[in-house]
Each structure stands twice: as C-alpha cells, then as structure tokens.
C-alpha cells in the first residue's frame, strides 16, 4: 500500500472518529431534548386529559342535580294539581249542597204559601157556609149537609 494513501486513510478514520464522537454527543443531547419535550408533552396531554375529566365529571354531577331538581318541580307540579283538583271538587260540592239548600227552602215556603193559602181558602169556605145557614135559617140538617158538602169539595180547592 502506498504510504500517502495510508495516510489519507487513517487521516479519514481519525477525522470521523473525531466527527463522530462529537456528531453522537450533539445527536444523544439532541434526543434527548426531543425526548424531554415528548414527555412535558405527554405530561401536559395528561394534564389536559385530568383536566377535562374533571370538567366532565362537574359538568354530570349538574346535570344530574338539574334532572333531579327539574323532577322534584314536576312532582311538585303534579301535588298541587291534585291539590287543586281535590279542593275544586270540594267547592263545588260546597257549591251545590247550597243550592240544593236554597231550593228546598223556596220549596218549603212555596208549600208554606201554599198550605197558607189553602187555609185561607177553606175559611172563606167555612165562613161562606156559614153565612148561608145563618141568614137562610136553614133548617140544622140542611145546614149539617151544607157542611159536609163544603168538607168535601176541599180536596178540588187543594189541587
């Protein structure tokens, strides 16, 4: 082998050797800066991932409070209508047992007036009777027929 090719070869081998220890040691410190930023990445992502976890969890505790509020005004809701309902139902059953009461009483004072007013009758009747025994002079069993007539025409003057 030539000596000057020896030379540049040895030469090439020192220089990568030189270039390589260097060239590796910044290649090492740059993976491991990349790897360094990859894991505060992968930390932060985990973070994030937490984070928004929380954020979920709150976001059905919520919602969870709100569907169980939303079915206690529902249910609320529902009682007072059958509050509502039952006090409504009381009321008019109030409502028309007075006016039942309210016609029975027109009913008893038109019987009233009308029992009045057949007493009014059955002494105008009476006194009528009267009248014609006295001033006929009719004879007492005349007078005992009149009567009796009189008594017994009472029930067409009732109807």
């Known amino acids: 082998m030539n000596t000057a090719e020896f030379w540049v070869l040895a030469a090439f081998v020192i220089f990568v ?6 060239a590796s040691a910044a290649i090492g410190t740059a993976l491991d800066g990349r790897a360094e930023r990859v894991r505060a990445e992968l930390d932060e992502a985990e973070r994030l991932h937490k984070d928004a976890q929380a954020l979920l969890n709150g976001y059905q505790r919520r919602l969870a409070d ?4 939303a079915e206690a005004v529902l249910a ?21 047992k007075r006016r039942e009461a309210q016609a029975m009483d027109r009913i008893a004072q038109a019987e009233a ?4 007013e057949v007493r009014n009758l059955t002494v105008d009747i009476a006194i009528g009777a009267s009248k014609r025994v006295l001033s006929g002079g009719l004879p007492p069993m005349q007078a005992d027929k009149l009567i009796e007539q009189s008594i017994s025409e009472l029930p ?3 109807h």
Not at 66 to 69: C, G, I, P, V
Not at 76 to 96: D, F, H, M, N
Request: glycine share 2%.
């Open 76 to 96: 609320y809701a529902r009682e007072e209508a059958a509050r509502l309902r039952a006090q409504a139902g009381t009321e008019l059953e109030a409502s028309l």
């Open 66 to 69: 709100a569907q169980k509020e």
């Open 113 to 116: 007036s009308a029992l009045a």
């Open 156 to 158: 067409k003057h009732l």
């Open 17 to 22: 050797a030189l270039v390589w220890k260097k």
